[in-house]
């Protein structure tokens, strides 16, 4: 299983980004997937997720309202449209992907089975 991230960059406070995670080697329609992040000398943290398809979205409270979660089965591609960024928004973000992921434990990065390797959004005027 692999997952790719991209898209990331330096947006000035108001823009907006979209990332992209590719992922080859699994059903895609099968699996839940998420998006993370991690800001220097923080833990990483939940963004968003995807259960499935045409499933429940969740949201991390700091970013609901501006970040949209979506997924294109045929791309095997699953999004994170970010909007209205601000600078605590700096981050790696990592998606991530697994098949078995509940509700309880959508937000916990040790549920998850699979990662991308990153890329790195940043906020700065």
């Known amino acids: 299983v692999q997952l790719q991230a991209s898209g990331g960059g330096l947006v000035q406070p108001g823009g907006s980004l979209r990332l992209s995670c590719t992922t080859s080697?699994?059903?895609?329609?099968?699996?839940?997937m998420a998006w993370f992040r991690q800001a220097p000398g923080k833990e990483r943290e939940f963004v968003a997720a995807?259960?499935?398809?045409?499933?429940?979205?969740y949201y991390a409270e700091s970013v609901k309202g501006r970040f949209t979660v979506s997924r294109d089965n045929a791309k095997n591609t699953v999004y994170l449209q970010m909007n209205g960024l601000k600078p605590e928004d700096t981050a790696v973000y990592y998606c991530?992907?697994?098949?078995?992921?509940?509700?309880?434990?959508?937000?916990?990065?040790?549920?998850?089975?699979?990662w991308g390797q990153g890329t790195l959004v940043t906020v700065s005027s």
């Open positions: 080697g699994l059903t895609f329609s099968n699996y839940a």
């Open positions: 991530a992907a697994d098949r078995t992921i509940i509700t309880s434990t959508v937000s916990t990065v040790s549920a998850w089975a699979y």
């Open positions: 995807d259960r499935r398809s045409g499933g429940t979205t």
